[in-house]
Nanobody, 120 residues
């Protein structure tokens, strides 16, 4: 199984930006990859997917603000987050995903995640 290490989180003011990175322990080129987040007291939710064929989907609340990308040569996946809002505060995780459009589910081991806090 592939293991992941997320990084890049931090404290940012509303309207600010962060770029999250996910480093995989081995090649991820054959996998769909997803960014998830879990806010306190809430279930983990999928916010962005990039398939092995580079198709991309976003959860509605992050469309036009977040951009997911992948670099298979470096075994990394990134999430550029702009126009951040307090409701984006959560621990962010990456994972492989399985399934199909609108019906993805996590398929690998969870890393420790990276905390994103949006607050003034």
């Amino acid at each position: 199984q592939v293991r992941f290490v997320e990084s890049g989180g931090g404290l940012v003011q509303p309207g600010g930006s962060l770029r999250l990175s996910c480093a995989a322990s081995r090649s991820i080129s054959i996998y769909g990859m997803g960014w998830y987040r879990q806010a306190p007291g809430k279930q983990r939710e999928l916010v962005a997917v990039i398939t092995s064929g580079f198709s991309i989907e976003y959860e509605d609340s992050v469309k036009d603000r977040f951009t997911v990308s992948r670099d298979n040569a470096k075994n990394t996946v990134s999430l550029q987050m702009n126009s951040l809002r307090p409701e984006d505060t959560a621990v962010y995780y990456c994972n492989t995903v399985a399934g199909s459009s609108g019906h993805y589910h996590p398929a690998g081991y969870w890393g420790q995640g990276t905390q994103v806090t949006v607050s003034s």
